[in-house]
């Protein structure tokens, strides 16, 4: 029994010098992660070329990386689309389609799949969550995906204003919180700027540590409502703010691919029975943009304690949203469409040891499914994932800005999407190529096709016209249906 013992002892102590050992060299080959989300921003910055954005820091993270000009998500509302790349699985996989599902109960095997951020702590990294990565609607962020607690990740987005937190005297209001607000406070009376404060506080505390990280800040704007302190507010004037284009809705677009615009009116402020007047678009569109600059500002803080701490050399660092977002285009406020103004997201990639893509621009399609093994095949993980994960890995275009490793992308929406789930008509999966982005719509309740859509982004990058029944289109149309059963027959029958 004693001698029993003493093997196991040894055993016990080999085991844990081999782990030390393990770590060790993880941490001299390994290079470190900043993965930054927004939430609802769309392509509205200046690293895109919006003349109207005060991006600079955004800027500084294109100028020492990549920028991907046509990468798109998976489905544009917050849970689905964030289940979505931090599992590697696409919605109709992890099957999250709503705000409230958690993937751990829905995607197969569910209970032991491992996320992005997981995979990295498994192998040796320290995995920190700093505000929403995961979906805000839950008691965790997915605690086991993270070495320590998430912190400054639950909550409504309305609760982050002053309105709710020192509420006027008087009579209870009667809206949860105002569309927009422009108070003279520092950044930390948001969630945002405490968010930026601790990011910076853990890259300097771990600047003199051997263990590779992997940060994930999470923002919560420029989401709904459109909150920032004045100053940011400011950076802006108000005549000059434009108006959206194409303000119309597209011609002979299938009513079903529309919304009521339900997430903006139901702030206070918002008219609920009349159009928004053109005054009301530029100040909710100014709100929006001020909200974009408050973010930036934050990740300024958060790039310039990166630089400070001495690891900025050997980190990569990823930006990019969960979606995008329609600021008035096309007659839309808010996301939940297949639109390219939807479907279409930031996306920077600025990895130090890969130089030839830095401050360009690729188009090479990508899509946020692909971040999973694109981050894992950067940092040297990434064996044996292609045959769990259901994205690409974008590596090979980081290292050659002309590459590419798809021809299509695809995102899906179910419409009317707000409300309850016996409202949901159909769903709608688009797919964009190079050149077109096709739409079919399909009843939840039979599965018949009840419409279609079609947009030329070489002469309609606006998305203004639907020509989905040019009969000159036929062959072309005959070659998409092909490509789209191709890619996603099971998509045939969601």
Known sequence: MKRDRIKTIKSGSIAIVAFWLCLAQVADAAPN??????DDLNCAISPYGDPTAVTPNLERIAARGLVFERAYCQQAVCNPSRSSFLTGLRPDTVKVDDL??????TAPNGATLITLPQH?????????????????????????SWSIDEVLFKGTHAADTIFTNAPPTGKKPAFKAPVTETHDVPDTAYRDGQIA???????????????PFFLAVGFWRPHL???APKKYWDLYDPQTIPMPVPSEAPANVP???????REIKGYGGTPKDRAFTEQEIRHYRHGYYAAISFMDAQIGEILDALDESGQADKTIIVFTSDHGF???????WGKTSNFELDARVPLIIADPSHTSGHGKKTN??????????????????????SKKLEGDSLAPIVNDPSASVKEVAFTQHQQPFYGNRSNWKAWGYSMRTDRWRYTKWRAIDGGQVIARELYDHDSDPGETRNVIGDPNLRDTITRLEARFLESIPAKETP
């Open 255 to 261: 009513a079903i691919a529309m919304h009521s615009s």
């Open 197 to 211: 404060n601790l990011a910076a506080a853990m890259l300097r505390d771990h600047a003199a540590s051997d263990q």
């Open 33 to 38: 992660l900043l993965f930054i989300v927004a």
């Open 225 to 227: 409502p459109f909150v």
């Open 120 to 144: 990295f702590k498994n192998h040796g990294y320290f995995c920190q969550d700093i505000g929403k990565i995961f979906h805000n609607m839950s008691e965790t962020q997915d605690r086991r």
């Open 326 to 332: 329609h600021i008035g285009e096309q007659t839309l």
């Open 364 to 385: 090479a399609l990508s899509e946020l499914v692909d971040l999973y093994p694109t981050l894992a095949d950067l940092a040297g993980l990434s064996a044996d994932l």
């Open 100 to 105: 409230r599902k958690s993937f751990r109960e």
